[in-house]
């Protein structure tokens, strides 16, 4: 979705750029079973998942996915202006 | 061979029909021929009919696409759905994690209960820090959405003459120039409002039911478009449109050159790109005395079209009374997802 | 010229908008010693359906549609100058709105042109009527016809609302009701004990001009 948004990638190719980005297939991307252990180890969110003291959720998730897909995430941009961190 | 089994479907309207294998493809060709002749397309291919046989008649309640082939979904009026739609009250920050986390979403979009952006720019900054406070919480895409609604504009709740009055009076000259001028409105209070939305981080920002007054009212979204692009170039923007034809309530109104009244869904989606949107919106009305084989083949018609010609992604709109989906407020599960399925594996979208 | 051309003359002039052209088509008539009812009905009101379905299709746009009616008209009173008005039959009087709550009345201003240019007297009763108005207009305008539009769920209701006081005020059997808007469906209107549900403009039409050919 975010390829879509920020690139005007459509499906296939942004599947496939996200693939790569993350060294995944395209069958694990669209499996919930490997992508929930991608998101724990990389800290991109677990959307459904009970929440522990270190996994990550919303903006801290939202760093790590914009430095992965090598995209610029409005909201973090926003964050860092706010915080004084950019 | 044809059998006289026959296989329960519904109407536009959700009611209960069952049909002949003769009856489906009978309304499945007429549906295709429909869209291939409104819009001056290629009609559907007979594997492709033959496809959306087997879809439509496939037993079981809910039907699916194989994992590989799934899309995202975007969403209008998503933050509505659960407070003022479904009575809870939730505010709206937790309904875009309810979305996120229970729903599944792939986004939602945080707008106001009184979806305009004529009222919207009134509590503009509030309702920027609404979707900032859900913007912190959420891992997923936001937009922030409303629609043009250009009516809204119409005296005694806007500045300008109101034209669906003045037409049928036959006041043809003062009813463009009320159009024309509620563009300069429209387009000033969008731009306005996205503003204070992309200050805060919105990912996107919607304009949902472009065009539900008629060109002028398109207009409006692709002149908006064109601006936020220039100004933000970080934050998306998704048209969604309000029917499957520009209607003509000016007529004579063009964007860069072409002429917006009429145009269908392979048209108005080569002016979204040109005015920099990310995603294109794709609608297609429900014919509520037609069958949903009827509906789902002249839909794919239509979508296919645009679909081959788009180069930004195109999200079908599958909400209630569109794109096959029955004209009912609790939609049947097993016509939606066998719409989703069609629409996926016939009109290769990239997202609902 | 024959007959057949100068029909479809009658029908191009409405479809094209040629005010001359029409006038023209009337002169032609008169010295071929035409009917002229024959010529409005199956020459220039024909024009006029066509007219309507090109704008269900998004082939032709709203304006365009009010130029020709106002063509219609000036043909429609050239040949009622030169009848007697008994030969012509009344086609009916619509009384039309959105109803109560609802200030949605683009698609119901579409209504009301489309079935103006058929040559029905219509009163446009705006936006935001309540279901008393509807009811107390058309004994005021003796209406036929009580067409009403809601484009909410929430505001769909107001619509039952027009049905049973038009038959508690006992003008429910002098009527006939339509009904349209986005979440108004057939069943909705055969729950409601409505007479016809539209989908369209064009939907509309039809059923009007079928109730006034059963007559």
Redo the contacts between chains.
């Keep these: 979705m975010r390829m879509q948004i920020s690139q005007k990638m459509r499906i296939k190719e942004a599947k496939q750029y996200v693939a790569d980005k993350l060294g995944l297939t395209l069958e694990e991307i669209c499996d919930v079973v490997t992508m929930s252990e991608v998101r724990e180890d990389r800290g991109f969110g677990l959307g459904n998942f009970e929440p522990y003291a270190e996994s990550n959720v919303g903006m801290e998730a939202k760093f790590k996915i914009a430095e992965a897909l090598g995209i610029k995430i409005n909201s973090v941009e926003r964050f860092k202006e706010r915080a004084g961190i950019k | 061979m044809t059998d006289s089994k026959k296989y329960f479907t519904r109407m536009g309207d959700g009611s209960i029909v069952y049909m002949t294998e003769e009856e489906i493809r009978a309304d499945i060709l007429a549906g295709v021929k429909d869209a291939a002749d409104r819009g001056k397309i290629p009609p559907l291919t007979q594997d492709e009919m033959d496809h959306i046989y087997s879809i439509v008649t496939m037993p079981g309640g809910v039907v699916g696409v194989e994992p590989s082939r799934a899309i995202v979904t975007s969403n209008d009026s998503g933050s509505d759905k659960i407070s003022t739609k479904c009575g809870i009250p939730v505010e709206r920050s937790v309904n875009a994690m309810i979305h996120e986390r229970v729903l599944g979403a792939d986004s939602v979009d945080i707008g106001l209960e009184d979806y305009n952006y004529k009222t919207v720019k009134g509590v503009a900054k509030r309702e920027a820090a609404v979707l900032k406070n859900a913007l912190n919480k959420t891992t997923m895409p936001l937009f922030y959405g409303a629609m043009p609604n250009l009516g809204f504009y119409t005296k005694p709740d806007g500045p300008v003459d109101n034209w669906a009055v003045l037409l049928p009076e036959g006041k043809i000259k003062e009813a463009l120039a009320a159009q024309e001028e509620a563009v300069e409105h429209a387009v000033k209070d969008i731009v306005y409002v996205a503003e204070q939305m992309y200050d805060v981080g919105a990912d996107g920002f919607q304009l949902d039911t472009s065009g539900a007054a008629g060109d002028a009212d398109f207009l409006v979204s692709l002149l908006a478009t064109e601006i936020i692009k220039e100004k933000f170039p970080d934050m998306g923007v998704e048209i969604g449109m309000a029917g499957e034809f520009v209607l003509g309530m000016h007529g004579r109104l063009k964007y860069r050159d072409v002429k917006l009244a009429g145009l269908y869904p392979h048209q108005q989606v080569k002016l979204v790109e040109q005015a920099g949107a990310s995603i294109f919106g794709a609608v297609v009305n429900t014919n509520c005395n037609m069958t949903f084989p009827w509906n789902i083949a002249r839909v794919c018609t239509f979508l296919k079209a645009c679909s081959e010609v788009a180069t930004i992604p195109v999200h079908a709109n599958v909400g209630m009374g569109v794109c096959g989906i029955p004209m009912c407020e609790n939609l049947p599960s097993e016509i939606v997802s066998r719409a989703d399925r069609c629409l996926i594996e016939i009109c290769n979208l990239d997202g609902l | 010229m024959t007959k057949e051309t100068l029909f479809k003359d009658a029908f191009d002039s409405i479809v094209d908008c040629e005010e001359e052209k029409a006038m023209q088509v009337l002169k032609d008539a008169e010295e071929m010693g035409i009917d002229p009812v024959e010529l409005l009905t199956d020459g220039f009101s024909a024009g006029i359906k066509h007219l309507g379905d090109l704008?269900g299709?998004?082939?032709?746009?709203?304006?365009?549609l009010?130029?020709s009616?106002?063509v219609m008209k000036l043909v429609t009173t050239e040949i009622e100058s030169k009848l007697d008005m008994s030969q012509i039959k009344n086609k009916g009087v619509m009384v039309i709105g959105t109803v109560a709550g609802d200030?949605?009345?683009?698609g119901?201003?579409?209504v009301?042109?489309l079935v103006?240019t058929n040559g029905i007297e219509?009163h446009?009763l705006?936006r935001e009527v309540p279901a008393e108005v509807f009811v107390e207009k058309a004994k005021e305008f003796n209406a036929d016809f009580v067409g009403s539009s809601a484009l909410l769920?929430t505001t769909m209701t107001e619509q039952k609302r027009i049905e049973e006081l038009l038959v508690k005020e006992g003008i429910r059997d002098k009527v006939k009701t339509l009904v349209g808007g986005?979440?108004v469906?057939?069943?909705w209107a055969e729950k409601i004990g409505a007479d016809a549900?539209c989908?369209d403009a064009s939907d509309t039409v039809n059923f009007i001009l079928g109730w006034i050919g059963e007559r």
């Design positions: 704008f299709r998004g082939e032709v746009f709203l304006p365009e009010i130029f009616t106002e200030v949605h009345d683009i119901k201003g579409i009301a042109s103006k219509v446009d705006g769920t986005a979440p469906t057939k069943r549900y989908e």
